[in-house]
């Protein structure tokens, strides 16, 4: 038997991994593209490849079970198809005793997730967000382009030339103000106040009303006035415990939020332990028709899940049901499930 689990445990290792990065990389592109156009023009390379790790936590607490019943559907399917498990049923090995390794494995995939969605993924996203606005402010001298207006939030930016940092021939207006400034050179900085932007040799004019005041200027400096849309702090954030905090303290909206957050957190970690006691009897359901069978049976129990998921969550989002209820109904019902079917494969 030892010998048996240890080939299974390795070819469920291996097709682990590969789904977990095939389906990692398809999730990845939607994810990706909003990404880029916050970016655009700010991120490097090396600034791109640092935001792809921080998004991983994230998308592993979704992509984790998924990988894994592929993996198994991959793995069992191909020992049905091949009689394998008939020849193992016949030398008194039962699909139940054949099925631990995916037990096993699911309950060890349980507690990484947990440590994943509770730990990893808030700080994760944190570092994520934290990054983001810091490429946008420092790199948004990056977004104002010769010969273009430019909507920096409050402000509209307009340069005749760009040498490296130096803005030169410079046309700003101030949206909340209502004045027009022109100089001949402009920097835009980074300060632990926000963003700043430093005009030299220039002119400003503003009106109040029935009132026009123009200044000359040979150095001007305005601090609050550039505002970039980044990324705003979410619930995904946050810890569990924060969660249920900050759930006491705001209005009765974000707080249903805060809640089905803390919930979702630990629904998630429990679909591997679902996918280990169902999956080898799901794999069984694809028969002799081949793999494509297996992958299109997990695909139909993951969509199945989700579709219930989701309208259950639209029944607490409208107070239609309690979200204790709402958000751990699908998990309690796929691992009672999921333990019926396992303890029905001794019969097989």
Same mark, same amino acid.
């Given at each position: 038997?030892?010998? @048996?689990?240890?080939?299974?445990?390795?070819?469920?290792?291996?097709?682990?991994?590969?789904?977990?990065?095939?389906?990692?990389?398809?999730?990845?592109?939607?994810?990706?593209? /909003?990404?880029?156009?916050?970016?655009?023009?700010? =991120?490097?390379?090396?600034?791109?490849?640092?935001?792809? +790790?921080?998004?991983?936590?994230?998308?592993?607490?979704?992509?984790?079970?998924? =990988?894994?019943?592929?993996?198994?559907?991959?793995?069992?399917?191909?020992?049905? #198809?091949?009689?394998? @498990?008939?020849?193992? *049923?016949?030398?008194?090995?039962?699909?139940?005793?054949?099925? $631990?390794?995916?037990?096993?494995?699911?309950?060890?995939? #349980?507690?990484?997730?947990?440590?994943?969605?509770?730990?990893?993924?808030?700080?994760?996203?944190?570092?994520?967000?934290?990054?983001?606005? &810091? @490429?946008?402010?420092?790199?948004?001298?990056?977004?104002?382009?010769?010969?273009?207006?430019?909507?920096?939030?409050? #402000?509209?930016?307009?340069?005749?030339?760009?040498?490296?940092?130096?803005?030169?021939?410079?046309?700003?207006?101030?949206? *909340?103000?209502?004045?027009?400034?022109?100089?001949?050179?402009?920097?835009?900085?980074?300060?632990?106040?926000?963003?700043?932007?430093?005009?030299?040799?220039?002119?400003?004019?503003?009106?109040?009303?029935?009132?026009?005041?123009?200044?000359?200027?040979?150095?001007?400096?305005?601090?609050?006035?550039?505002?970039?849309?980044?990324?705003?702090?979410? =619930? %995904?954030?946050?810890?569990? &415990?924060? !969660?249920?905090?900050?759930?006491?303290?705001?209005?009765?909206? /974000?707080? !249903?939020?805060?809640?089905?957050?803390?919930? /979702?957190?630990?629904?998630?970690?429990?679909?591997?332990?679902?996918?280990?006691? $169902?999956?080898?009897?799901?794999? @069984?359901? =694809?028969?002799?028709?081949?793999?494509?069978?297996?992958?299109?049976? %997990?695909?139909?129990?993951?969509?199945?899940?989700?579709?219930?998921?989701?309208? +259950?969550?639209?029944?607490?989002?409208?107070?239609?049901?309690?979200?204790?209820?709402?958000?751990?109904?699908?998990?309690?019902?796929?691992?009672?499930?999921?333990?019926?079917?396992?303890?029905?494969?001794?019969?097989?």
């Amino acid at each position: 038997m030892n010998i @048996l689990y240890r080939q299974i445990y390795k070819e469920l290792f291996f097709y682990l991994i590969l789904g977990v990065f095939v389906i990692n990389t398809l999730l990845m592109v939607e994810k990706l593209i /909003r990404v880029s156009k916050v970016l655009a023009g700010v =991120a490097g390379p090396l600034d791109m490849v640092r935001i792809i +790790l921080l998004i991983q936590p994230q998308m592993l607490m979704m992509t984790l079970p998924i =990988a894994f019943l592929f993996a198994i559907l991959l793995v069992y399917g191909r020992l049905n #198809m091949d009689n394998e @498990l008939l020849a193992l *049923s016949a030398s008194g090995v039962s699909l139940r005793k054949a099925s $631990m390794p995916c037990l096993r494995m699911g309950i060890v995939l #349980m507690v990484f997730a947990l440590l994943v969605s509770v730990i990893v993924a808030p700080y994760g996203n944190k570092r994520l967000r934290k990054e983001v606005n &810091h @490429l946008i402010k420092t790199g948004i001298s990056k977004k104002i382009e010769e010969e273009t207006f430019t909507d920096l939030g409050n #402000m509209i930016i307009y340069t005749g030339r760009k040498e490296q940092e130096v803005l030169k021939d410079v046309f700003v207006y101030i949206k *909340s103000k209502e004045a027009v400034i022109t100089a001949k050179r402009a920097f835009v900085r980074t300060d632990p106040s926000g963003l700043i932007m430093e005009l030299q040799d220039g002119f400003m004019s503003i009106v109040r009303e029935d009132r026009k005041t123009d200044i000359y200027f040979g150095r001007y400096k305005l601090s609050g006035m550039i505002t970039i849309k980044g990324l705003s702090k979410k =619930a %995904g954030e946050l810890m569990p &415990h924060e !969660l249920l905090s900050e759930a006491k303290e705001v209005d009765q909206k /974000r707080a !249903l939020s805060y809640i089905m957050e803390f919930y /979702r957190r630990l629904t998630y970690p429990l679909l591997s332990i679902v996918t280990g006691l $169902m999956g080898p009897w799901l794999s @069984l359901l =694809a028969g002799r028709t081949g793999r494509l069978a297996g992958l299109s049976t %997990g695909v139909l129990f993951f969509v199945v899940y989700y579709i219930v998921s989701v309208y +259950l969550e639209g029944l607490v989002e409208a107070g239609q049901m309690a979200p204790e209820i709402g958000m751990l109904l699908p998990a309690c019902m796929g691992l009672a499930g999921g333990i019926i079917v396992f303890m029905r494969t001794g019969k097989r």
